[in-house]
Each structure stands twice: as C-alpha cells, then as structure tokens.
C-alpha cells in the first residue's frame, strides 16, 4: 500500500488543531450563549414585536454588547462597553430605584436603540455570522461580559447615566452643550482616536430641499453668508432685516453647533443635525450653485464614551477600567452587589 503524505497530513491537521478547537470553544457557543451557575438581577425588557421579556441581567448585556459594538474590537474595549450597558441599565431598572421605559409600562429598558439600547437576540446573532466565526464572536463577547460581572460605573455611590456614542472625531462633548443640563462626569475629554479613524461625512441638499426639511424659505445668498463661528465663539441673538435666515450662533470648543438662528427663532444644534440627517453637530456647510453640501466630523451626540476612542485605546494597552475612567470624569467601578446590601 503506497503511503499517501498529503493525506496523513490532512488528517494531522484536523486531528491536532480543528478538533481542539471545536472542543475547547464548546458546541454550546453555537446553539446558546455560554451560560453560567450565577444568575445575577433579572431585567424586564420590551423587544418590539416580542412584547415584554424576562431576562437575567448579565444575559441581556451579552445581546447589548454584541449590537452596540463591533465584534471584531479589543477585548478591554468591548469589557468597557459592557461595564457602561451594564450602568445604563442598572440605572434604568425599577428594582434599583430607576424609573424604567417611559415608552413601554412595566419594562425597564427597551432594545429600541433611539430611546435605549440595542440588543441583539443569539438567534438573530447566529444568523449574522459563519459557524467559525460565530463561535470567536460568541467566546469574545461572553468573555468581555463575564470578566466585568456585576460591575458598574458610580459618581457619588450612585450608578451614572453611562452615554456613549461611537465616533467623536477626536475630542467629546460637555453634557449641557447637547441636553442643556451639566453633569460632572459627563466631560469633555480628549481622545486617542486617530485622523484616519475619524469619521468626516459629506451630504448634498438642493436649496429647495434643505428648505422644505428646515420649514424656512432660505435664498443662495442666506446660506453664503451665514457666520459659522469658530469653536468656542458665540454671537448673540439679535433681530433685524440685514440678518440671514441661518447662521450659527454658538459653537463649542470642542467645535461642535450649540444653536442656530433659523428663520427668526433659535434652534438647539441636536435638533438641526436631526432635521437633516446630519451625522453630527460638528458639521460646516459650502454653498456650490444651487446646492448646499454639509460636512460632519464624527458620529454621534459625542457625549461619554467614544467607542472608536475606546477601541483605539485598547489597542495600545489600556484596560479598561482607565478606558471609563478617561470617558467618565471622576468615576468609580463598583461591584452592584455592594451597591444593593
């Protein structure tokens, strides 16, 4: 019998390395989260289309994790984005003295991620990667989870109101320059994001469609010789005949729009970026014709955590635990089995 090399080294491969692997990640990664002896707080959750769920806190923050962040991010990036889903909710639940969904009675939290958190169902995760990478997927996100068990962001012996956002283009927001109301661990930081990282996003408007979504009739000559202001300038608002119809009337230091005046009332930057889709406050505008375009750096209210801040810290080293401490000034880290004696 002639023997056959290649054959005996395919079998050596998947005897030595494809069976341990599939043996030492476990089957049940495949077919249900890896689930373990210590059940922690239960969690009511609105799914839409489910209606109200039971689930056990760290389960749920397992789903979170897995929609609100990259699965391909490092490992103390997606532990510190555990630890604020795990705060936001914590802070949510009734159980906790938090108010719960205001949308949906009963529930603590929803998975709508305009109001809340998203969260992914595994069987819905299952579907969205390969067997193989399902099982890396699975390991990392269970690992980022259980290695931050019950922990928890505190200010004051209290769990904070853990923002995040995912791009901040360099530099975070103050919490009173977006909401209007200043909280002391919600800082503007600077970020370790790279230039190559930060996120600068183009969108074009005819000038009877910014129009139409602004409700103002705005002409050419407004849009050209509106002031945009520099970051950290502010003008005052002031009537008068000779004014534009748009000009911003306050921009951050972080470079962000605070307020606009449009069409004879001043409008919050938030609710601008909204109207037009804009990826973020820190936009400028360049008037081609009768075109207007909008560039944007960032992605997100820039409030808390940047997440591609995070993941960038991660990268070179920094675990995280100073990852949230960096995002949110003056925290602690907390074990909420100490919080709820």
């Given at each position: 019998m002639?023997?056959?090399?290649l054959k005996?080294?395919l079998?050596?491969?998947?005897?030595v390395i494809?069976?341990?692997?599939?043996?030492?990640?476990g089957?049940?990664?495949?077919?249900t989260w890896?689930?373990t002896?210590r059940?922690?707080?239960?969690?009511a959750?609105?799914?839409?289309g489910?209606?109200?769920?039971?689930?056990d806190l760290e389960e749920y923050i397992?789903g979170?994790v897995?929609?609100?962040?990259?699965?391909?991010f490092e490992?103390?990036?997606?532990?510190?984005?555990?630890?604020a889903?795990?705060?936001y909710a914590?802070r949510?639940?009734r159980?906790?003295?938090?108010?719960?969904c205001?949308?949906h009675p009963g529930?603590d939290?929803c998975t709508?991620?305009?109001h809340?958190?998203?969260?992914v169902?595994?069987?819905?995760?299952?579907?969205r990667?390969?067997?193989f990478?399902?099982?890396?997927?699975?390991?990392?996100?269970?690992?980022a989870?259980e290695?931050?068990?019950g922990?928890?962001?505190t200010?004051?012996?209290r769990p904070?109101?853990?923002?995040?956002?995912s791009?901040?283009?360099g530099?975070?927001?103050?919490?009173?320059n977006v909401?209007g109301?200043y909280?002391?661990?919600l800082?503007?930081?600077?970020?370790s994001?790279?230039?190559?990282?930060?996120?600068?996003?183009?969108k074009?408007?005819s000038?009877?469609?910014i129009?139409?979504?602004?409700?103002v009739?705005?002409a050419k000559?407004?849009?050209a010789?509106?002031?945009?202001l520099?970051?950290?300038?502010?003008i005052?608002?002031?009537g008068?005949?000779?004014?534009?119809?748009?000009?911003?009337?306050e921009?951050?230091k972080?470079?962000?729009?605070?307020?606009?005046?449009?069409?004879?009332?001043?409008?919050r930057g938030?609710?601008?970026?909204q109207r037009?889709?804009?990826?973020s406050?820190?936009?400028?505008w360049t008037?081609?014709?009768?075109?207007v375009?909008?560039t944007?750096?960032?992605?997100?209210h820039?409030?808390?955590m940047?997440?591609?801040?995070?993941?960038?810290?991660?990268?070179?080293g920094?675990?995280?635990d100073?990852?949230?401490?960096?995002?949110?000034?003056?925290?602690d880290?907390?074990?909420?089995?100490d919080l709820?004696k």
């Open positions: 002639r023997f056959n090399l005996a080294i079998y050596v491969l998947i005897g494809l069976v341990p692997i599939i043996f030492t990640l089957w049940s990664y495949f077919g890896h689930r002896s059940p922690s707080q239960p969690i959750v609105y799914v839409p489910t209606g109200l769920v039971q689930m397992k979170v897995a929609a609100e962040m990259p699965a391909n490992l103390e990036a997606l532990k510190a984005q555990a630890v889903a795990r705060t914590v949510k639940m159980a906790n003295g938090g108010p719960g205001d949308k529930a939290i709508d991620p305009s809340g958190q998203a969260w169902s595994f069987e819905d995760l299952k579907r990667y390969g067997f990478t399902n099982l890396r997927v699975l390991a990392k996100i269970d690992k989870v290695e931050t068990r922990i928890v962001a200010y004051a012996g904070i109101d853990a923002i995040y956002h791009n901040s283009g530099v975070t927001e103050d919490s009173e909401w109301n909280i002391p661990y800082r503007s930081v600077k970020t994001l790279p230039p190559h990282e930060r996120v600068i996003d183009r074009t408007f000038i009877s469609q129009s139409s979504l602004l409700g009739n705005l000559a407004d849009l010789r509106a002031r945009q520099l970051p950290g300038e502010s005052p608002v002031t008068g005949q000779n004014r534009p119809q748009l000009e911003v009337l921009r951050s972080s470079g962000r729009v605070v307020s606009l005046y449009l069409g004879g009332v001043k409008v938030i609710d601008f970026r037009l889709g804009l990826k406050t820190n936009f400028t008037v081609h014709g009768d075109e375009t909008f944007t750096l960032g992605n997100g820039g409030v808390g940047c997440q591609y801040s995070a993941n960038a810290m991660a990268r070179a920094v675990t995280y100073r990852i949230l401490k960096h995002f949110y000034t003056g925290i880290l907390t074990y909420l089995k709820i």
